[in-house]
C-alpha cells in the first residue's frame, strides 16, 4: 500500500517527521536505487525498495522510554562540541531511539524517547492536545498581571504561545516554583515565556507528559513504557495503532 515517503521512514524509526522531511530534501533517502528529493512522494514499501544513507529501511520492533534527564545533557544523537548526549545514558538500549522533542542542556526532567515517528508526531504536533508539565524556579514571584499574559498566551519569537496553566508550588522567599502545563513545545519555550515577563528561569524540569510522569525514576534512570503508559500520554486513548509491547 502507498504512502508519503517522510511517513514510511518515520513508521520505520529513521527519525520523526519533520526530520525525516529534511532528509528527503538533502537527498539522503533513495527509492529503487534513485534518489529523490521530492516532498509528498508516495511509495510502495512493500515492493519498492527505500534505502537511507544507502542502507535499507526496515520496520523494526518498537521501542518506547522515559528518561530522566539530568543537566548537562544535550537531547540531539550527535554533539559537535563533543558535550554528553542523552543516549549515553542508555546503555542497554540496543535499537536506535530518537528523542521525541527537546530538554536543553541546563534543564531536567522526563524525556520521551523512541523509534517510533507516529508517536513523535502525535506528541509534538499542538493539534493534538498532549499535556506537558513543567516544574519552574524563578527570584521572585511574578505579578498575578504577568502570570494572567502567560495564561493567555504571550508573544516571543513574533508569534504568540498557546494558553498555559499557571500555578503556585511554593511562593516561600527563595524558593519560588510555579507548575507550567502547555500544549505546544516550541524551542526553549518555557524559558523565553518567563523572560518575556522579566523573570529568568533559575531552574527547569518536565515532570510530566499528559498523565506520564516520572514516578519513582530517579536522575539518570529509564524505564520502557507499556501500553498503559503510552494511554497516560495522550490522557485515555492512543491515536495510532501500537503492536507487541505489554499492556
Known amino acids: 500500500?502507498?504512502?508519503?515517503?517522510?511517513?514510511?521512514?518515520?513508521?520505520?524509526?529513521?527519525?520523526?517527521?519533520?526530520?525525516?522531511?529534511?532528509?528527503?530534501?538533502d537527498g539522503r533517502v533513495a527509492v529503487d536505487g534513485l534518489v529523490t528529493t521530492e516532498m509528498g512522494c508516495k511509495v510502495d514499501p512493500d515492493?519498492?525498495?527505500?534505502?537511507?544513507?544507502?542502507?535499507?529501511?526496515?520496520?523494526?520492533?518498537?521501542?518506547?522510554?522515559l528518561l530522566?534527564?539530568?543537566t548537562g545533557y544535550v537531547t540531539t544523537l550527535s554533539d559537535p562540541q563533543g558535550r554528553p548526549i542523552v543516549t549515553d545514558l542508555l546503555p542497554?538500549?540496543?535499537k536506535r531511539v530518537?528523542?521525541?522533542?527537546?530538554?536543553?542542556?541546563?534543564?531536567e526532567g522526563a524525556l520521551l524517547l523512541t523509534n517510533d515517528g507516529q508517536?513523535?508526531?502525535?506528541?509534538?504536533?499542538?493539534?493534538?492536545?498532549?499535556?506537558?508539565?513543567?516544574?519552574?524556579?524563578?527570584?521572585?514571584?511574578?505579578?498575578?498581571?504577568?502570570?494572567k499574559r502567560l495564561e493567555q498566551g504571550i508573544r516571543i519569537d513574533g508569534m504568540k504561545t498557546l494558553p498555559a496553566k499557571i500555578s503556585f508550588i511554593s511562593r516561600k522567599?527563595?524558593?519560588?516554583?510555579?507548575?507550567?502545563?502547555?500544549?505546544?513545545g516550541?524551542?526553549?519555550q518555557v524559558r523565553k515565556m518567563f523572560s518575556a515577563i522579566g523573570h529568568p528561569v533559575k531552574k527547569l524540569k518536565r515532570t510530566a507528559y499528559g498523565r506520564l510522569t516520572l514516578g519513582g525514576l530517579n536522575t539518570a534512570e529509564y524505564r520502557l513504557l507499556r501500553k498503559k503508559d503510552i494511554k497516560n500520554i495522550f490522557s485515555g486513548k492512543i491515536p495510532f495503532t501500537i503492536k507487541n509491547i505489554p499492556d
Open 1 to 25: 500500500m502507498e504512502d508519503r515517503l517522510q511517513k514510511i521512514l518515520a513508521r520505520a524509526g529513521v527519525a520523526s517527521r519533520r526530520r525525516c522531511e529534511e532528509l528527503i530534501r
Open 47 to 65: 515492493n519498492q525498495r527505500i534505502t537511507f544513507d544507502g542502507k535499507p529501511i526496515r520496520s523494526e520492533e518498537k521501542v518506547y522510554l
Open 68 to 70: 530522566n534527564k539530568p
Open 92 to 94: 542497554d538500549i540496543t
Open 98 to 107: 530518537f528523542p521525541v522533542g527537546r530538554l536543553d542542556l541546563n534543564s
Open 119 to 147: 508517536l513523535t508526531n502525535y506528541v509534538l504536533h499542538p493539534r493534538y492536545g498532549v499535556k506537558k508539565t513543567y516544574e519552574v524556579s524563578v527570584e521572585y514571584a511574578p505579578a498575578t498581571r504577568d502570570i
Open 173 to 184: 522567599k527563595g524558593n519560588i516554583r510555579i507548575k507550567v502545563i502547555i500544549h505546544e
Open 186 to 188: 516550541k524551542k526553549r
